[in-house]
């Protein structure tokens, strides 16, 4: 499971936006700390060390490492999807015959063919701007979660989903 790094807004109790920020990370159900840079000198000090301008630049959110000024929602949902992975929820999409993760507009699947009343997990597949972050791994392991909701036995022929699922029986 991932590692939830570490969630800070930067704000005042007295800003409207900041106010905005505090109920959108509220509804990711996700800890964070506030840090009223007005109110308080140290935080005001770790916020100036975060800019070159040494200006209080507030709201920011911070997730780990990386540094959002003012963002839109939709920026702060993109960064805690690449930073948190564990947020993605997989689909099953019996129709296509496949299992989706949707990531920030781009779509990793994994497809499968029914033979026998055998479900064979033939391939998959992670766009190519998000490969190299682990999400072929988590698109795996939620399939295989999906399928043990849903009662499913599968074999799994992609040599990647064979590996994946044999490092996970470990």
């Not at 990370?25 to 935080?43: C, I, K, M, P, R």
């Not at 929602?73 to 689909?91: A, G, P, Q, V």
Request: proline letters at 3%.
């Amino acid at each position: 499971m991932d590692k939830i790094p570490q969630i800070k807004l930067y704000g005042s109790n007295t800003c409207h936006k900041t106010h905005y920020y505090q109920r959108l990370l509220d509804e990711t159900g996700l800890s964070y700390e506030f840090l009223d840079v007005v109110a308080n000198e140290d935080h005001g000090e770790e916020l100036r060390n975060l800019y070159e301008n040494r200006k209080l630049n507030f709201p920011t959110i911070t997730i780990g490492q990386k540094k959002l000024r003012n963002p839109f929602k939709e920026d702060i949902d993109k960064w805690l999807n690449k930073l948190i992975t564990s947020r993605l929820n997989i689909e099953h999409d019996k129709e296509r015959m496949q299992f989706t993760l949707h990531i920030n507009g781009e779509l990793a699947k994994v497809t499968y063919s029914i033979k026998e009343e055998k479900m064979y997990l033939n391939h998959s597949e992670v766009p190519y701007n998000l490969r190299g972050q682990g999400i072929g791994k988590i698109l795996v392991e939620k399939t295989f979660e999906q399928l043990n909701k849903e009662d499913y036995k599968a074999i799994a022929v992609c040599p990647y989903i064979r590996i994946v699922a044999q490092r996970s029986e470990k």
